[in-house]
Every structure is written in structure tokens, then in C-alpha cells.
């Protein structure tokens, strides 16, 4: 036995730390020289400038060849430095076996720690304000660089025997010097931000350097227990003691499982899944909606059923009753038309020539000369039948036509009176007594009344006419429970029975383009019944009737049935009753579900007509009498512009929708462009802005207004929920409105019959602390209990939130919109995030990230709709058994039912909505199944004929260029994206000229940095460089937003970035492109303040913030 004379434990330790130090950090740094040196530029200048694949292979080859070296260089040194810990060792074999190990390791894992580097400064923007999670990052990586290492370095240099000592010990070094590194990064991070760090690399050297050090310590441990061993028996020992191999055991088994279960949470969350999203896909809108009921055009009490007609020129009538002055009802005469956009303009109303008068019916000739004929109660115990011509107020003395003779008896008082005039200009009213006689009279437009009454050969109560062509009438009535229907000839001779059936208040129609005859009523069941000699009767199968059934015919050649109802269904089949107004269309030989027009806690007595551009219009009296329509909707072959056309196009030729889907971008209306933190410049002094008030709203508020004015349903998506720390989060505010909104239903559930549906969709972020995907939903029911929402489901009530994940995860959803009631939309680019809120915001963790908000007003919506459906559908859904969670743990009171969520609506909202507007907008929708955005902002672009305004937070090529970072010339144009392609080409073939505004913070400074010394490199050498200007804002930003000539604007969260571009790969993400004058005008101010407060780029500059 030899004595030992070697060094102590703690010098050996100091030494191996030591040396590992020095070796790490010389071997990276020759590393980085060597891959930086002119000799590297020269061999890629050998690589064809067109072969984009070729440089990046022989790129990737001298990145890996380098790192390499580096690592044999690090490695020899600090298999030298261990030959001085055990100097009995063969010297040579320690650095060959250091050599070759670190080799591997460093080839391995430098260029995917570069890699992951750059995606989590992409992927995690919280990095630089939240960078808790960067010691268990980097201490699972030191793990497994130390398991290469040690299971190459222990087979060579000790054999496999002892191999598993040292194996140990370097995954122990390399586990706590990445968790030691990452501490020290998480601490410098606090101090500076990330891009200082990078602009100070000594800083980075020297965390790197503590990180070998690490791994150094924990190999002289081990190799110092070789030397002893060697030293005491002349070689390493052939057994170990019985405490030693349990010990190792028992360490090995621990370490085993906990690297088996690090390895399949990691391997877990980074498996690729793509989400449930279609290749094609359309609009789901089931027709055209009724407008909002206006108030027509003189505000008193409206009572009784009004009669409403249109001529030919699409000028409208209106006979109603109405409370007088002095509170007597009078018969009234409303006049106006039909304007371009399809809605009812009412111009003025008149009383008729006497008062104490009721139930009015009208009809209009080809003139425009409105027919009235009403009952006057004017003389006590003694209605008569009044007529009046007028023309928009203008009108002869009346008439009494129960004044005049009559050819047959009748007993009781008369009522009901009711005109039409058929094709060929005959007028004919007929009227009833109370012994059912009924009265009538025919005359042709512009002679006079007749002198003489007849009766009809039947008898009935409740006549309604309708003209039937030329030469006949349709005349329905009831009698005896019966509902009963005949045509009658213009000379009153014939009267031809048609139809019979039980029931009440039946009404004709007469389809003159098709020739047919129709007759809708309320059956002795309740329920609405229709009837054609064709197809025979047939009963809806609700809701039920109360009053009147209209049967209307669209210029589509579409029926609508009409109707009052007492009761409305809720989503989950619970009754409620009360006044409602319903339609329902027949397509395809079906009725379509019963669309509800107006809901009221009193009685809705309305009519309604059908216009010669293919609208419906309604009178309903209600409160002061209101109307309604329901205009047709179709858009030109052309938006008007050569900037909406490029997208059409694409729409309509790319592989991503129906070969016949119908594209809802024109009639729309700009709601409001909203930029966050603040809608103006944020330069306000901190107690400016300290107080919320309409002077610094934002476009969170915008959004929960939008959400407490929601009628039936709330659709919203982000991909990022921060953590509320004080209830003062933008998620708190949003929950504060959907509450909101939950005590309004159930304080007034007449309001609401359908009920109420709130949808929250999260984009299934990564959280890297954890190697998890989506835990921030529970971010969501957190503030959804905060703000004091009492449950999550009411069935009586109609009432649902639904909170779910997008299922796809590498890649997630990025995308950020709303939309209410199939009606409106906002897309935007902000996450719910403390980080938008002002620098002065009270909270304290707001720094100002600049971003919009673009909501928009009609048919887009639809388009919308169906995009969000397409993430929805399938989609991760949250069930919870209520909103008590033990100890908070929702993770634990709650389940996640996987591809469970599904996109079901009240028909209601699956309409096209018009509006006033005459905006073109258009929805544009990406995922990695349908980059249908990818290729309409390209088109857009390539129309430009002028100039383009991009304020993008990314401006990025190719995902490899990240190592652009550390390699230069790594990239070029041909490593370019869609959309720099399409700048390159506008550039070059109309000399348009482009400002783009980005950013230099952190991570995305670094890529946007890569990016643009690579476009303007090319720009030069095709001698284009005086074309572009590329600035710096100096503030935070996180916009992404496009203007094309003063044109075209697109607001949304696509960013011009790897992740969110391409084919068959990238996030989903969703936009909102527009003409609309206002939004641009708005955006245009906004960009010139951007850009006054920016800087110019240099090359390489990054920013500390």
C-alpha cells in the first residue's frame, strides 16, 4: 500500500473548480472567435446566394463544427485539470476522454440553448419582467449536458464499472450550476434586462463560467476519491464498500425517477399538436337580420294592430293608432321609403281628418297615393267606415262609406275594415258587421267612390284582403273557429272557396312572380300553420302563436312566416313567458328556426310588409310604435379599390373557403380604432392618469362595454391571461363585466329570452416554469370568483360561461379578438396583461406596451363568428362544479375535458347584421391547417402603389436565422418570409416605399436587428435602399398593424414573424383588414406620433427597457 500524498479535499475541489472555470471560458470564447473569424465569411461566400438550403446546411455544419472545437478545447483542458486532482491517472486518457466529451455536449446542446433562447424571448414575453422561471430552465439543462458528458467521460476515462461515479457527478455540477447560472441570470435580469446583458457580454461570459465551474467542483469530488483510491491500493478499488453501494443505489433509483419524470413532462410539453382547425371554411349566417327597432317619427303611446303597405317605387305607408294630445286614440297616417342601404326612413306623420278613430288599414297605388280607410268613433254608439286618398300628407275631405246605400241588410255596428289593390288598379275594402255580413267596395284608382254597397256571398268577422294579379283579390276571415280563404274577381262575382281550417287571425299573400297562393295563420293548437294548394297545411313547431301570422315572400324567393308568440326557448329548453316577435324563413322545403324580432312585457301588434329590392319591413306598435326592416344583403364583384380587390381575390381563389362561399365584406361600419395603454400619446403626468376617466379609457374598457351591452351572446379569445395580483387586472376588469352582465340577466330576463352565453377562449400557453400548457385558465376563474360571479351556469336564466383552451399546442393560439351577438368584432393584438397598462398605472406593473384594437360593426362579424368557431370547436373545455375551489386549488376542484367544447348558437346571432356604413372589411383568419391571412396581407401588400406604413413588433425571417445572433452574414433575403418577399417585389417593380417601425428590446430587438440588415442589404443590391426607412420606437410596443397607400388598414395579431407565417405551420392568428376612412385617420396619427418618438436603426443595436 502506497502512503498517500496527495492534495486535500478542498484543494482538489478549488482546483477542479478553478481550472473548469477557466477551460469553459476559453473554450467558448475561441468557439465564438473561430465562427466569427473572416475565414468562416469566406467559406460562406463560397455557397450560391440562390441555394438558401445549401447555406443553410453548410451553416449549421461549421455552427456545429464549431461549437465542437470548442468543447475539445474546453474538454482537454479539463481532462488536464482532473490529471492534477488524480496525478496517479494516465494523463492522456483524461483530456482525450475531456475532449471527447465536451465535444459532443457543446455540439449538442449550444446551438439548442441558442435556439431556445430565441424562442423564449418570442415565445415567453414575460422574460425580461418575470424571469422566475430561469433556474429551473437552465438547472434542467445543465442536467442533461451533464449526462452526455458524464457518460462519455466516465466510460473513457475510468471505464463503465466507475463510469457511473462520475456520470453522477457531472449530472449533479451540471444540475446545480445551471440552477446556480440561472439565479445569477434571473438577478442580473432584475437589474438591467436582457438586452444590456447581451450588449454586455463579459457578463454572459461570466455566468457561463460559473456554470463550468460547477460542473468542474463536482468532478474533482469524484476524481479526488479515485486518486485516494488509487493511492491506498495501487489502483482503483475492485468492489466498493456495502454503506457505499446502497448509498449509490438508493442515489441512482432517485435520480432515475426523477429524470424519468423531468423527461416526460419535457418530452410531453414539447410534443406537437396541431389543433382541430379546418382547411375550409365559410360563413355560418343563416340570413339577414332585423335591424334595431326605431322609434317612428312622433313620440306618443302606440296602441292596436297598424296596417303597413309599399308600392311599387318602394315608398312606404303607414296607417296606426295613436294617443292624441288630449289622450283620445286617432287613426294616423306615417309616409317615407326604403334607402340605399335597404332600411325604412320614415319622413313625417299626420292625424287623419277625425279623432276618436281606430283600426286603420292602407294600400298604396302605383302613384304613390296612400288609400286609408279606418272606423271613426267620433259619433257616440255609432262607428262608421271612413276612406281618405292622401298623398305624404296632403289629403281629401274623408268619406263615410257606411253612409252610403247598400243592396243588402246588416245589423250591429261595423269593423274591421280592410283595402288592397290588385295589378291592374282596381281598389276594393271590405268591411264586417256583427252579424257577420260582409260589406264592400271596388273602384279603380282615380275615379270616384262608388255611390252603392254591396255584400258578399259569405259571411265571417276579422276580413284581411290582398291583391291576386290583375284581376282578383285574396280574401281571408273567420268564422265559427274556422279560418277560411277564397279569391274573389275585381267585379266581385265570383267568389271562389280555396281553404278551411281551424284556428284565428289568418292573412293571405298572392306570389305574383310565381303565381301561387298563400295563407299563414295561428292554429286552434297555438301554433303557427301555413297553407299553399301545392304543398298543402303544415304547423311550425313553434313557438306558439297569440295574434297574427304574416306570410311574406323575399325578392330570393324565400316565405317568412311572421308572428306573435307568448312564450320564448331558452339554451337549455326552459320556457319563459311573455310578448315576443318571431320569423322564420323556408329554405330548401324546411323552415329555418324562428328568428326573435322584439321581445316586450306588453303585447307587440304589428304587420309587416316585403320591398321590390328584396327587403321585409315591420311596424310594430310598441310603446311610441317603432319599425323595423329586414333589407337584403349581397356585395359587388369589386370593394371599389385595388387594395380590397388583392384580398377578394385571394378569398375567393385561395384553396380555404367554398368554392360558393359568399364573402361578407362590404356594408360595414368603423366602431373604433382603441389603442392601448392609452388613447392618446402616453406622455400624461402620472396623476393624470392615476383615476380612470372617459379621457383615458383604453381598450379594455372598450372591450367590457362591449361585453355588459352583449343581447345574447359573448365570444371572446386571447392567448395570454396574467395573474391578477390586487383585482386591479385587465382579466379582473373583463370579469367584472361578464358579472356585470350575469346580474342584468337576472335582474331583467325579459330583456334577455334566449339567454345569455359568455365564451372565454385561451390560446393554450406554455408555462416554462413548469413545462405545462394552458395553466392560465385558472388565472381565469380566479378573477371570475374575485369579481363575485355567482355561478357559472344558470339554466333557468339561459345563462353559460364557457372558459376553454385552444388544442393544439407547438403551435398555440396567438390569436386576440371579440365578438358580440354575431354583430360586432374586435380583433386585436394585446394580451390580457398587466404589461399594457401605463407606466403610471397604480398597479405598478404596467410599461406601457403599445398596441390596438379595431372594432368593427356588421356582415364581418359573421365571418368572424366562424372563425372563432373554428378554434373553438374541439377545443380543451374547463368544468368546474361550481366557483369555491378548496384552498384556491382550481387546478384540483376543477377537470379539463379534452376536444370537448362545441360551437352552438341561438339563431339570433348566426345573421348578417347591415348597418348604416358603407366600409369594406375583411376577416382574415390563419392557422397551419389555412394561412389564408398569410396570403391576403401578401396580396394587399403587392397591390401598394405608393407607400407602406408597417408598426410591427417582430420583422423577422427564417426561424434558423436566430443563430444570425452569433453568426454573421448567417442569413440573407432568401431566408425571407411571404410578406418580405412581397415587399422586395412592390419595392422593385411600382418603387413604392415603405417605413417600418419596430422595436430593439430584448429578444425580438435581436431578431428584428438579424432581419433588417438582411433587407437592406439586399435593398442595396438591387439599388433600392433609398426606399425604406426602418426605425426604432423608444418606447414598449407590441403592435401589429399595416397601412397600404392611406388606404388600407389591418389591425390584429399576426406578427411579420416566423411563428405566424407560412404553410402548413405557424400559431393561429386573426385580423381585421379595412377602408374605413375614420380608422385610418385615426391610425395615421397615431403612427406619425410613434414615429416622431423613434430613432434610427443600427446595425446590431439592442436596448435595455
Not at 31 to 38: A, D, E, F, R
Not at 74 to 91: F, K, R
Request: with cysteine.
Amino acid at each position: 500500500m502506497r502512503a498517500y500524498t496527495g492534495r486535500s479535499y478542498a484543494r482538489n475541489l478549488l482546483v477542479a473548480a478553478m481550472g473548469f472555470t477557466v477551460a469553459g471560458g476559453l473554450g467558448m470564447f475561441l468557439g465564438v472567435l473561430l465562427l466569427k473569424s473572416p475565414l468562416i465569411s469566406s467559406l460562406m461566400s463560397l455557397v450560391d446566394q440562390a441555394q438558401p438550403l445549401q447555406r443553410l446546411v453548410v451553416a449549421l455544419v461549421i455552427f456545429f463544427v464549431g461549437m465542437a472545437l470548442s468543447g475539445v478545447i474546453l474538454g482537454a483542458l479539463g481532462g488536464w485539470v482532473l490529471t492534477l486532482v488524480d496525478s496517479l491517472a494516465l494523463q492522456r486518457r483524461y483530456i482525450l476522454a475531456g475532449a471527447a466529451a465536451f465535444a459532443v455536449a457543446q455540439a449538442i446542446f449550444v446551438p439548442l440553448g441558442l435556439f431556445l433562447a430565441s424562442l423564449l424571448g418570442i415565445y415567453y414575453n414575460q422574460i425580461d419582467a418575470d424571469p422566475a422561471h430561469l433556474p429551473i430552465l437552465l438547472g434542467l439543462f445543465g442536467l442533461f449536458y451533464g449526462m452526455v458528458v458524464g457518460i462519455i467521460f466516465g466510460l473513457a476515462s475510468v471505464g463503465f464499472k466507475y463510469g457511473w461515479g462520475v456520470l453522477f457527478a457531472a449530472m449533479m455540477g451540471g444540475l446545480l450550476g445551471g440552477t446556480f447560472a440561472g439565479e445569477l441570470l434571473r438577478l442580473t435580469l432584475g437589474r438591467m434586462g436582457i438586452s444590456e446583458l447581451v450588449a454586455r457580454g463579459w457578463l454572459i461570459w461570466l455566468i457561463i463560467m460559473v456554470f463550468y465551474g460547477v460542473v468542474g467542483l463536482a468532478l474533482g469530488l469524484v476524481f479526488t476519491w479515485f486518486h485516494r483510491a488509487r493511492a491506498y491500493g495501487g489502483d482503483l478499488p475492485r468492489s466498493m464498500g456495502r454503506i457505499w453501494r446502497l448509498l449509490a443505489i438508493f442515489a441512482i433509483a432517485i435520480l432515475l425517477m426523477n429524470l424519468t419524470g423531468a423527461f416526460l413532462q419535457v418530452f410531453s410539453f414539447a410534443m406537437m399538436k396541431q389543433g382541430s382547425t379546418s382547411t375550409v371554411l365559410g360563413p355560418k349566417a343563416e340570413g339577414v337580420a332585423w335591424t334595431e327597432r326605431l322609434p317612428l317619427p312622433y313620440p306618443v303611446a302606440a296602441i292596436e294592430p297598424p296596417s303597413l303597405t309599399i308600392d311599387r317605387q318602394n315608398r312606404l305607408a303607414l296607417a296606426w293608432t295613436r294617443y292624441d294630445e288630449d289622450g283620445e286614440k286617432s287613426a294616423s297616417l306615417s309616409w317615407g321609403g326604403v334607402d340605399a342601404n335597404g332600411w325604412a326612413r320614415w319622413e313625417a306623420t299626420q292625424f287623419l281628418d277625425e279623432k276618436l278613430s281606430e283600426q286603420p288599414a292602407i294600400a298604396m297605388d302605383d302613384a304613390g297615393n296612400q288609400h286609408i280607410v279606418w272606423v271613426s268613433l267620433a259619433q257616440e254608439n255609432a262607428p262608421r267606415i271612413l276612406y281618405q286618398l292622401c298623398h305624404d300628407g296632403d289629403c281629401d275631405p274623408a268619406i263615410e262609406l257606411t253612409y252610403l246605400p247598400s243592396n243588402c241588410p246588416m245589423r250591429g255596428a261595423p269593423a274591421s275594415p280592410t283595402i288592397a289593390i290588385h295589378d291592374a288598379g282596381q281598389i276594393m275594402v271590405v268591411w264586417a258587421y256583427e252579424d257577420a255580413t260582409l260589406a264592400y267596395l271596388t273602384w279603380q284608382v282615380g275615379s270616384p267612390v262608388p255611390l252603392r254597397v254591396d255584400c258578399l256571398p259569405i259571411r265571417g268577422q276579422r276580413p284581411r284582403l290582398a291583391p291576386a294579379g290583375k284581376a282578383a283579390f285574396l280574401l281571408a276571415w273567420e268564422k265559427d273557429g274556422d279560418v277560411r280563404l277564397a279569391r274573389i274577381t275585381s267585379d266581385s262575382r265570383s267568389v271562389q272557396p280555396l281553404y278551411q281550417a281551424p284556428g284565428q287571425a289568418p292573412t293571405p299573400l298572392f306570389d305574383a312572380e310565381e303565381g301561387k297562393v298563400h295563407l299563414a295563420w295561428c292554429g286552434e293548437d297555438r301554433l303557427p300553420h301555413y297553407w299553399t294548394p301545392e304543398s298543402g297545411e303544415e304547423a311550425l313547431a313553434g313557438p306558439g302563436c297569440n295574434g297574427r301570422v304574416i306570410p311574406l315572400r323575399d325578392q330570393q324567393g324565400h316565405l317568412h312566416l311572421l308572428w306573435e308568440s307568448y312564450q320564448a326557448v331558452n339554451p337549455f329548453d326552459f320556457v319563459h313567458t311573455g310578448n315576443f316577435l318571431y320569423d322564420s324563413v323556408r329554405t330548401a322545403g324546411q323552415w329555418g328556426p324562428p328568428i326573435l324580432m322584439d321581445a316586450a312585457t306588453q303585447p307587440l301588434p304589428f304587420d309587416a310588409v316585403a320591398d321590390m329590392k328584396g327587403g321585409l319591413h315591420m311596424a310594430v306598435m310598441r310603446g311610441g310604435g317603432r319599425y323595423a326592416s329586414r333589407p337584403r344583403y349581397t356585395c359587388p364583384d369589386s370593394t371599389g379599390s385595388p387594395y380590397g380587390d388583392a384580398i377578394l381575390h385571394v378569398l375567393r381563389t385561395a384553396p380555404y373557403r367554398p368554392s360558393d362561399a359568399f364573402i361578407p365584406f362590404c356594408g360595414n361600419q368603423f366602431l373604433g380604432l382603441f389603442l392601448l395603454p392609452q388613447p392618446v400619446p402616453d406622455t400624461m403626468p402620472a396623476e393624470a392618469v392615476a383615476v380612470q376617466t372617459p379621457a383615458n379609457a383604453t381598450a379594455f374598457d372598450a372591450i367590457a362595454d362591449q361585453i355588459r351591452n352583449a343581447r345574447y351572446e359573448v365570444l371572446f379569445a386571447t392567448m395570454e391571461w396574467m395573474k391578477d395580483e390586487r383585482m386591479d387586472s385587465p382579466g379582473f376588469q373583463l370579469a367584472q363585466a361578464v358579472t356585470d352582465l350575469y346580474y342584468q340577466v337576472k335582474a331583467h330576463p325579459e330583456n334577455y329570452p334566449r339567454g345569455m352565453t359568455v365564451r372565454i377562449l385561451l390560446g393554450n400557453y406554455p408555462v416554462l416554469a413548469t413545462f405545462t400548457w394552458g395553466e392560465q385558465v385558472w388565472n381565469v376563474m380566479d378573477v371570475l370568483q374575485k369579481a363575485g360571479l355567482p355561478e357559472m351556469t344558470n339554466p333557468e336564466l339561459g345563462w353559460k360561461v364557457e372558459l376553454a383552451n385552444f388544442d393544439g399546442q407547438n403551435p398555440h393560439s396567438h390569436a386576440k379578438f371579440l365578438i358580440v351577438d354575431g354583430e360586432k368584432v374586435m380583433a386585436a393584438g394585446f394580451n390580457y396583461s398587466y404589461l399594457h397598462f401605463s407606466r403610471h398605472n397604480p398597479s405598478g406593473l404596467g410599461v406601457s406596451l403599445v398596441d390596438y384594437g379595431m372594432l368593427m360593426r356588421g356582415p364581418v362579424a359573421q365571418d368572424a363568428l366562424a372563425a372563432y368557431d373554428d378554434i373553438w370547436e374541439g377545443a380543451d373545455l374547463v368544468q368546474c362544479p361550481g366557483l369555491n375551489p378548496p384552498k384556491g386549488r382550481w387546478d384540483r376542484y376543477c377537470t379539463v375535458a379534452e376536444g370537448a367544447a362545441e360551437a352552438r348558437h341561438v339563431p339570433e346571432v348566426l345573421l348578417y347584421h347591415t348597418t348604416p356604413g358603407d366600409e369594406v372589411a375583411f376577416s382574415l383568419l390563419r392557422t397551419s391547417h389555412r394561412p389564408e391571412s398569410d396570403k391576403a396581407l401578401e396580396a394587399l401588400i403587392r397591390s401598394a402603389q405608393r407607400r407602406i406604413d408597417i408598426f410591427h413588433v417582430n420583422f423577422s425571417l427564417e426561424i434558423y436565422c436566430a443563430l444570425g445572433i452569433v453568426m454573421d452574414d448567417f442569413c440573407s433575403m432568401q431566408d425571407g418570409l411571404g410578406y418580405t418577399q412581397a415587399l422586395l417585389d412592390v419595392m422593385e417593380q411600382k418603387q413604392v416605399r415603405i417605413r417600418v417601425l419596430t422595436t430593439d428590446v430584448n429578444m425580438n430587438g435581436i431578431e428584428n436587428s438579424v432581419a433588417i440588415e438582411a433587407f437592406r442589404k439586399e435593398l442595396a443590391r438591387r439599388g433600392l435602399l433609398h426606399l425604406a426607412e426602418f426605425r426604432y420606437y423608444e418606447g414598449r410596443m407590441h403592435a401589429k398593424a399595416l397601412l397600404v397607400d392611406d388606404a388600407f388598414l389591418v389591425v390584429g395579431s399576426q406578427n411579420f414573424h416566423y411563428s405566424a407565417w407560412g404553410d402548413g405551420r405557424g400559431l393561429v392568428e386573426y385580423n381585421l383588414a379595412t377602408n374605413a376612412e375614420e380608422a385610418i385617420a385615426q391610425f395615421q396619427d397615431s403612427f406619425t406620433y410613434f414615429w416622431q418618438h423613434s430613432k434610427p436603426v443600427l446595425p446590431g443595436e439592442v436596448r435595455n427597457e
